[in-house]
């Protein structure tokens, strides 16, 4: 039986997931959560990160009963039933397999609008080869890689705040501390909530670290402790750039929505850091397409490996690296898609999944610590039904604040993965395969 080694620690599961998030795309997307919100992005941030800290001490609790590589897959097929933890796998195959394009073909299009000389589609090859030849090697290439990924990440985003608190203090008239970008007289709360759909966006990355339980040294403990600190880390950092970004530009008017943080940039730090900004970005971008083509390659390893999906193709890891190469491989073909698609296409469904798999994971934990719990006293009646109801009930409010075309195509790739259950289940009559993650630990 293939097996993967356990080498990673705490430290370099935060960063792995840190890396998944991007910290900077909160630059990269602050235009389009502007004028979603009308000039109120942290206030969206805030409001995802309550949504998605509940979700995330969901994860932990599931991770600690089932300290098992499969992420949401695993935790609903053990607390709920197998084949509804297919469905719950299928929705996350739709972010594991359709982000790595995404994040490479936003990636592409900034080098494109900088270099217009040079070919889009030349971009997104190159972000594709040299992607998945380090993930080819292996994981741990791809950790060292990550940390000097990241610090240039919180360079530019240092650099980005320094530069909006000098320009705000040279206004007399413009004050550093205010509770307007999270509070005002005409703030509307769908507004937020759409925002804040969009925001999670930059919040993905918490949960794709539980793909990585079979690789992580003491995993029950490792992976709920890495997961509430991903999301906490994460939140703040996109609360606070957005605070003082918000604060030197509150108008949510733009000459480009999509490059806001260009018009930006350069208003604060003329042209020299808007090249900085470009470069931390592109940085950004190839962090975490290389975490997103891990963790999706990782989560078709254990999908095939016990017979879900192909396992002569899923199920096999290279004889030298020990690496998921033909996962990888998979991930790679599914982003040549990018060459034809737009970024509009490419990321308005991929939420979609994010959140039916996040309501999936808060209802397990209702299912397996409450429902299946032997106490239920005051204190597990917070903490295995009421949190994970919260959790639920705010993925789902997310999830109907998604743009209509997004809820379409994230139910088109739903309909697809209920017709392979049948026909995997032979029309539901029996259960899908059984995967035993434990033999491969």
């Not at 940085?283 to 016990?306: C, E, H, I, K, P």
Request: aromatic share 14%; net charge neutral.
């Amino acid at each position: 039986m293939a097996r993967l080694q356990r080498t990673l620690s705490l430290g370099s599961v935060v960063l792995f997931g840190i890396a998944y998030m991007t910290p900077i795309i909160v630059l990269g997307t602050f235009g389009i959560l502007a004028q979603s919100t009308v000039g109120m992005v942290p206030a969206a941030y805030l409001a995802a990160l309550v949504a998605m800290f509940f979700t995330a001490m969901s994860y932990g609790r599931m991770a600690a009963a089932f300290p098992v590589a499969g992420s949401a897959y695993s935790y609903v097929r053990k607390a709920i039933s197998p084949k509804l933890g297919f469905i719950a796998g299928w929705a996350v195959l739709l972010d594991y397999l359709f982000l790595p394009m995404a994040i490479w073909l936003i990636g592409a299009a900034y080098l494109h609008s900088a270099f217009p000389a040079v070919p889009q589609w030349i971009w997104v090859l190159t972000f594709i080869g040299i992607t998945s030849a380090i993930n080819i090697v292996g994981l741990k290439l791809a950790n060292g890689i990550n940390a000097l990924l990241m610090l240039v990440q919180f360079l530019v985003l240092i650099a980005f705040v320094a530069l909006c608190v000098h320009y705000v203090g040279g206004d007399a008239s413009t004050p550093l501390w205010s509770v307007k970008p999270f509070f005002n007289g005409d703030m509307q709360m769908p507004l937020i909530m759409s925002g804040a759909a969009i925001a999670c966006y930059s919040f993905l990355g918490f949960d794709a670290v539980s793909t990585l339980t079979e690789e992580t040294r003491d995993p029950r403990r490792t992976i709920p402790r890495a997961i509430m600190l991903i999301t906490l880390i994460g939140g703040l950092i996109f609360v606070g750039v957005s605070y003082f970004v918000q604060i030197a530009h509150p108008s949510f008017q733009f000459d480009s929505v999509d490059s806001a943080a260009y018009e930006i940039a350069r208003n604060i730090g003329g042209d020299l850091f808007v090249s900085i900004f470009l470069i931390g970005l592109i940085v950004g971008q190839f962090a975490s397409g290389l975490s997103a083509q891990a963790s999706g390659s990782r989560l078709l390893f254990a999908m095939g490996r016990d017979g879900v999906l192909p396992k002569s193709f899923f199920g096999t890891l290279h004889e030298r690296f020990g690496t998921p190469v033909n996962s990888i491989l998979l991930c790679a073909a599914v982003a040549l898609l990018a060459l034809k698609l737009d970024v509009t296409t490419s990321t308005s469904f991929i939420n979609f999944g994010a959140f039916l798999a996040f309501s999936l994971v808060n209802l397990s934990v209702i299912f397996h610590y409450w429902i299946g719990g032997e106490h239920k006293g005051l204190r597990e009646f917070v903490l295995f039904l009421l949190f994970p109801f919260i959790g639920l009930a705010a993925d789902l409010w997310l999830m109907v604040s998604l743009d209509h075309l997004a809820i379409y195509l994230g139910l088109s790739w739903l309909a697809i993965g209920v017709v392979y259950l049948a026909v995997l289940t032979g029309g539901f009559r029996r259960q899908p395969p059984e995967m035993d993650f434990q033999e491969a630990t």
